[in-house]
């Protein structure tokens, strides 16, 4: 059959970084009053510093802050960027931050008139302040990047009380990077710099990387160095973090010769029909696919700009497959859009260093007939699904169709077939089979979202623990459907519950306890 190629960058004039306007502010606090002082903070900020303005930032520098001085920066950060909708905003702080009650605190140099708990929330500078801020600009791009997940320094602190929390209400607009995820502790460095802040300016300064490649590739170091003890967090709420690049203003004008160089001409039918599915209103639109084609860009098929839309994918009379040549993953999904793959539709990964299909926040309807596979995640993500990634709150309906043939070789949470991040995941129908994972759970990894199996079959997958399905700290929900004996494990189990959360977690029907494990034992853990 005829494979069409097609250069496909949905891009706005918005993304080439030569248009906008920039500005950063960037805070390190070390020198503390009344709790534990901080090696690293000063040094952190200054060299951010280099590194943005040598972006194209105009940045703002506050060193040992006090709390008027950092609010009242933080509101000049604001009137910088509300001068122009075309403008990007960064803010860095690296010093002490707590939590308290599930919000966020960065705590300014002089700390010992906090004396309680209650004095933090007035005496502190909250993390919402800073992003509420920041969203009143109305400006494209904001981004967060706290190194400050240390131990409560507090003689007060409750016990446990430790690392910061994912903030609850994050504005669109916004990327958040913290240095640690939520509850855990963030290390001070030994060098110059703190650790997740050396790892984050060599990225910084990588020419090509996007925005999305400098915090991702950041997470991987962090690990990698750690070996896994921290694990920093991204929470992205902005479209196009994949197709934003901060180059030096000389990588940034080479960056825009290659994207206009890939801008496509649109006379394929199925790149008409996508451009013009984004300038309509919300609606249901269907594609129809009447060859294969191959997706061969910097983006793959990155459905910004569809918000409230559902758009279906599917073959005509015969199986049409969508290979992935791209560099990036081959659908992505944002908030407020869904896809539906229709019959008659393979999404080919084709054994690429990247997830299938990518749910940041958005809907995937998988349909009788469709099928995803070749996935193969790993080189620099931190948590990898080889077939299906969901995360920020995404949501994946898989009623029929099969996921086979998928790998991922993260050496931290990873699944050959769905990872689930952070969302929900429900089987109605279908296959999940022949995925591989390096690490755990070949079939399923929920590691902070919710799985929800009511039908369908996971079988013959394989991993280190949980050939079937791995629980880290999600839940698993099984009212029917088959996990069965054929999925293998190295060491332990077909279905592994690795925190032990039995309140939330149901075997149900058609768990098979017998399963073939190469190592100690096998069946529900």
Not at 63 to 86: P, T, Y
Not at 88 to 108: K, M, R
Not at 179 to 207: E, M, P, V, W, Y
Request: glycine share 12%.
């Amino acid at each position: 059959m005829k494979k069409a190629l097609i250069f496909l960058v949905l891009l706005t004039a918005g993304t080439l970084i030569s248009a906008q306007q920039k500005h950063a502010l960037v805070i390190g606090n070390g020198n503390y009053t009344g709790i534990s002082r901080l090696n690293n903070p000063v040094n952190d900020a200054n060299d951010m510093e280099a590194a943005l303005r040598d972006l194209g930032f105009t940045v703002e520098k506050v060193l040992n802050g006090e709390l008027e001085q950092i609010e009242n920066a933080v509101l000049n950060l604001r009137r910088r960027l509300s001068g122009s909708r075309n403008s990007y905003g960064f803010f860095f702080f690296a010093g002490h931050g707590v939590q308290s009650s599930g919000e966020n605190f960065l705590i300014p140099v002089t700390a010992d008139n906090i004396r309680t708990e209650t004095q933090l929330r007035n005496r502190a500078v909250s993390l919402q302040f800073i992003l509420d801020s920041l969203s009143e600009a109305g400006n494209e791009l904001n981004m967060i990047v706290l190194d400050a997940c240390r131990d409560n320094p507090f003689s007060w602190a409750r016990s446990g009380s430790r690392g910061l929390s994912v903030a609850s209400r994050t504005p669109s607009g916004t990327i958040v990077m913290y240095a640690a995820g939520a509850g855990q502790q963030a290390s001070d460095g030994t060098g110059r710099n703190g650790l997740f802040t050396s790892h984050l300016l060599t990225n910084i300064k990588t020419q090509g990387l996007s925005v999305f490649d400098v915090f991702d590739r950041t997470m991987t170091a962090v690990l990698n160095t750690t070996n896994g003890i921290q694990h920093p967090e991204l929470s992205i709420r902005a479209g196009g973090a994949n197709t934003i690049f901060l180059g030096s203003r000389t990588q940034q004008a080479a960056q825009q010769t290659q994207t206009l160089q890939q801008q496509p001409v649109l006379s394929n039918k199925f790149l008409q029909e996508l451009d013009a599915i984004k300038k309509s209103g919300p609606g249901n639109y269907t594609i129809t696919l009447t060859e294969d084609i191959s997706i061969n860009n910097i983006t793959g098929i990155y459905l910004s700009g569809f918000e409230n839309k559902t758009i279906t994918l599917q073959g005509d009379s015969q199986r049409r497959t969508i290979t992935n040549d791209s560099q990036n993953n081959l659908i992505f999904i944002p908030s407020n859009v869904t896809l539906i793959l229709g019959s008659n539709i393979t999404l080919n990964g084709n054994s690429r260093v990247y997830t299938v299909v990518h749910i940041a926040g958005g809907r995937l309807e998988m349909l009788n007939g469709s099928i995803i596979s070749g996935g193969n995640s790993g080189s620099y993500s931190t948590s990898c699904g080889g077939g299906v990634y969901i995360r920020n709150d995404g949501v994946f309906n898989m009623r029929g169709g099969y996921i086979n043939n998928n790998n991922c070789y993260g050496i931290v949470g990873s699944d050959g077939g769905v990872f689930i991040d952070k969302g929900t995941f429900n089987m109605s129908g279908g296959t999940i089979s022949n995925n591989k994972a390096q690490n755990n759970g070949g079939g399923v990894y929920i590691s902070e979202g919710a799985f929800n199996m009511s039908g369908g079959t996971i079988s013959n997958n394989s991993a280190n623990l949980g050939g079937g399905v791995f629980i880290y700290e999600g839940t698993l929900i099984k009212t029917g459907g088959t996990i069965d004996a054929t999925n293998r494990a190295n060491r332990d189990g077909n279905v592994v519950n690795s925190r032990n959360i039995k309140r939330n977690t149901t075997a149900g029907p058609s768990v098979n306890l017998d399963n073939r494990v190469s190592g100690r034992r096998g069946g529900w853990e």
